[in-house]
């Protein structure tokens, strides 16, 4: 018998109290835990916030089967996050239903990346308060361990998955599948993109980020600059409808190792990307870049953020969220007061173009991390999608019988 991970737990804060008040002061925070979690459900693998709603994934949660999974939906009410739902796969054994999570307004796309071998992305809209299974998104030419659904991101009508172990082009090279939403409401693929120079084991579609008609896609397996320094590409919709390839993105300083790709944000004319074994402070500490696409239309990286007291493998920029003027980036294996992968996020606000500053400001305030009732090794900081100020942050490995506060 195997002994599984602890439970899970998240927080959510709004960013804009924090930026605000002096270096050691408080945020408004408030855990997310599942009433029913149970060691080894994984709650908190994914998250998506917004205004209203914020998404959790179970991917593990033993439903009506083994590892069929679940997402708890939160509804915020009164500026506190109430659980007001949980969504479950239709065809639940081995789905891994909540892998990944994406959120626009009122519709959900989530991934069960295990589902049927092949996987699937399930479409959730919100009608008159109760969460309806409105379409079923699987790929044209879909086969078994593509890992199609690895990673969702939806924006309006237009929904992207990636599929990064699809060998279409070459043996894991990668693939996106994009879904559109038509005049009835229906939901259809509309393009498969690949990259340009895909190769082998590239694991184009790890991450993936769409915003107004721009798609941006990780692609950290790429060995241009060196064995997995990563890149990303960007799409844009045509006038005609057809998606196509802009630009490829590197870091200015791309090395071995870098990974840069393995996480992606999209924010108006904006993109950060993380790669987590990037040279930050000091080697193999992790690096997340903001790119910005001028008024010409070319993508130009802009800066280059890091934390000042990172350390070896802390993974600084495992995950990233991007909204307006504020970066926030996961170090899923920062080590804090003692317990190894304990993990924290850092924020960062934008003062001018080009200029990020970091919140907590560096005169002895640390960046927001796991609660001391948290247990060790919770690897906070895993996932923490963010908009309109809001970010919800999950620790892999807490304790689900933490109760929510503010």
């Known amino acids: 018998m195997c002994n599984r991970a602890p439970a899970t737990a998240c927080i959510c804060l709004a960013l ?35 205004n209203q709603f914020a998404l959790v994934g179970a991917q593990l949660h033993d439903g009506s089967s083994v590892d069929s999974g679940i997402v708890h939906v939160f509804e915020r009410l009164a ?36 589902e049927g071998g092949v996987g699937t992305a399930y479409l959730m809209q919100r009608s008159h308060k109760v969460w309806v299974n409105t379409a079923t ?8 361990d593509n890992l199609f659904a690895w990673s969702v991101a939806i924006d309006g009508g237009v929904a992207v998955v990636g599929a990064p172990n699809d060998s279409d082009r070459a043996f894991r090279a990668g693939s996106v599948c994009v879904f559109e939403r038509d005049g009835d409401a229906n939901w259809s693929q509309v393009a498969e993109l690949l990259p340009s120079d895909g190769q082998a084991g590239d694991e184009f579609g790890a991450a993936v980020a769409v915003q107004a008609g721009t798609i941006l896609v990780g692609n950290w397996a790429d060995n241009d600059a060196g064995f997995t320094s990563g890149s ?101 294996q920062d080590e804090r007061e003692g317990f190894f992968l304990a993990g924290s996020a850092y924020v960062f606000a934008r003062e001018q173009p080009g200029r990020y500053t970091r919140w907590p400001r560096p005169d002895g305030a640390r960046p927001l991390h796991r609660g001391q009732d948290v247990r060790p090794a919770p690897v906070f900081g895993r996932t923490f999608p963010q908009t309109a100020g809001q970010a919800c942050l999950c ?12």
């Open 232 to 332: 990303a590409y960007v799409f844009e919709r045509q006038p005609n409808g057809v998606w196509r390839e802009m630009a490829k993105l590197r870091a200015s300083d791309a090395g071995g190792l870098y990974r840069f790709g393995i996480a992606v944000s999209l924010s108006g004319s904006s993109a950060l990307i993380g790669a987590l074994g990037a040279t930050g402070r000091e080697p193999y500490t992790g690096a997340a870049y903001v790119f910005v696409r001028g008024t010409n239309g070319q993508w130009q990286e802009m800066t280059k953020l890091y934390a000042d007291d990172g350390a070896n493998s802390d993974a600084f920029g495992w995950s990233v969220a991007l909204d307006g003027a504020t970066a926030v980036i996961g170090a899923k």
């Open 137 to 144: 998104l699987v790929p044209a030419d879909g086969d078994v």
């Open 395 to 406: 620790a892999v490995g807490g304790d689900a019988r933490l109760r929510s506060r503010l």
């Open 16 to 50: 804009a109290p924090c930026a605000n008040l002096p270096a050691r002061g408080r945020c408004q925070v408030q855990m997310l835990t599942a009433p029913d979690g149970a060691p080894g459900d994984l709650f908190g693998f994914s998250v998506a916030a917004g």
């Open 79 to 114: 500026g506190t996050w109430t659980l007001s739902a949980q969504l479950v796969p239709r065809e639940p054994e081995h789905g891994g239903f909540g892998h990944s999570t994406a959120l626009s307004a009122h519709t959900a796309v989530i991934g069960a990346v295990g």
